[in-house]
């Protein structure tokens, strides 16, 4: 199991925290019975299981933090978290049409149309990575070992182009980037984009309709954020506890967005989106917890504007700085032995990144859809069941 940090919570608090600290006597049902005691477990449980998955993702080493598999888990987790909250709407089709639970779960579903947005700009990025990668499979397939003479002039000189073609395609994808391209190879020039660029970029359309080029995620995500405002005393005492489960989910939708925007590159992306963890919920804990890891690591690599802190991308980037300065450091052939065995551990780093690349996209982009469909299959079936209750 991995390590809780520190950090334990009896399920019990869980049930507690679903009605609210203090408001015992603003009770409208019988906590007493049977029934009432069996919802109030069924969103404990929720809560609870909120808390659980997000433990778990908080407590990731530094070197799994931001990584493929960890996004994966990530999405997981949502997936699992949504699920749990659909089936408690359901089972709750008649509250949903009462005030004040009809206010909070139509706003929920408004924000869930922002989210959907959120998810083809972050399908675009996962493309975006995939053009990169392709640029970067031609620098490892120049010295395939294979070759009877790896190391000649000819296979440098397509190795260095792949190289500028990619350092130019960043640029232009992230144009205010500070990452290795931009410090390395401000002589470069950023293309016009134009329709024909974007199609040569390979910007494909996303799962429904790609975001245009005035959209930014960043004020998509702080849109999003708005009005999340913790349920009061007395609609949480109203709802029966509802209000606040609607509201868990829509913060758990919003911040596991603002993950998937730190780490993927997405259009006018940034963390500075003004929110913060609520400490009054159970999962506070973990959720800010993670806020801060990702913060600091954002602070860390010293790259607020960069294309994204996934962490196959640093591993790129760094294996382009040492293949490229192996080369820079290439004057004349043939290559000594030294050299050679130089520029051999070079690009088998530059290998492994493409295959991690190429094993890791595919199934992250499958997950992506997923969530996509979730998101929408979930707003589909709760305006159905409003729509019923207010015809």
């Not at 997000?54 to 997936?79: G, P």
Request: charge should be positive; include cysteine; glycine fraction near 6%.
């Amino acid at each position: 199991m991995p390590s809780t940090n520190g950090y334990t919570m009896p399920f019990g608090t869980f049930r507690r925290s679903i009605m609210g600290i203090g408001n015992d006597h603003n009770q409208v049902h019988d906590v007493n019975s049977d029934s009432t005691s069996e919802f109030h477990c069924e969103l404990g449980s929720f809560e609870h299981q909120v808390f659980r998955q997000f433990r778990t993702l908080s407590a990731a080493s530094a070197d799994e933090l931001l990584s493929l598999d960890w996004v994966s888990k990530l999405l997981d987790a949502f997936i699992a978290c949504q699920e749990d909250f659909k089936l408690i709407l359901l089972k709750n089709e008649p509250n949903l049409s009462k005030p004040p639970l009809d206010r909070f779960v139509t706003e929920f579903f408004d924000r869930s149309i922002r989210a959907l947005d959120i998810c083809n700009a972050v399908r675009d990025g996962i493309e975006k990575i995939r053009l990169w990668n392709r640029h970067l499979e031609i620098v490892s397939n120049a010295f395939d070992s294979k070759h009877r003479n790896p190391m000649v002039e000819g296979q440098f000189r397509r190795a260095k182009k792949a190289l500028t073609d990619l350092a130019i395609v960043m640029l232009d994808d992230n144009k205010e980037s500070s990452s290795v391209f931009s410090q390395r190879n401000r002589s470069f020039g950023r293309p016009n984009k134009g329709k024909d660029h974007q199609q040569k970029s390979g910007h494909s359309r996303s799962l429904s309709w790609s975001v245009p080029n005035s959209w930014s995620a960043s004020k998509q995500l702080q849109s999003i954020a708005n009005g999340l405002v913790p349920p009061r005393a007395h609609e949480i005492s109203a709802t029966n506890g509802l209000a606040n489960i609607v509201y868990t989910m829509g913060f758990v939708l919003m911040f596991v967005l603002w993950c998937l925007v730190a780490a993927i590159p997405c259009q006018d992306r940034s963390l500075q989106v003004n929110f913060s963890v609520p400490r009054q919920f159970s999962w506070g804990t973990p959720l800010n917890l993670l806020h801060i890891r990702i913060m600091d690591e954002s602070k860390k690599r010293e790259r607020k504007n960069s294309v994204g802190l996934l962490k196959e991308i640093y591993q790129m980037e760094k294996s382009i700085h040492l293949i490229t300065d192996l080369m820079d450091s290439v004057n004349q052939f043939p290559l000594t032995d030294e050299q050679k065995e130089e520029v051999q551990t070079g690009v088998q780093e530059v290998g492994r990144v493409c295959n991690g690349f190429k094993h890791g996209l595919d199934p992250l982009e499958r997950q992506l859809r997923e969530v996509f469909r979730k998101i929408m299959a979930c707003r589909t079936e709760g305006l159905e069941v409003l729509g019923k209750a207010q015809s």
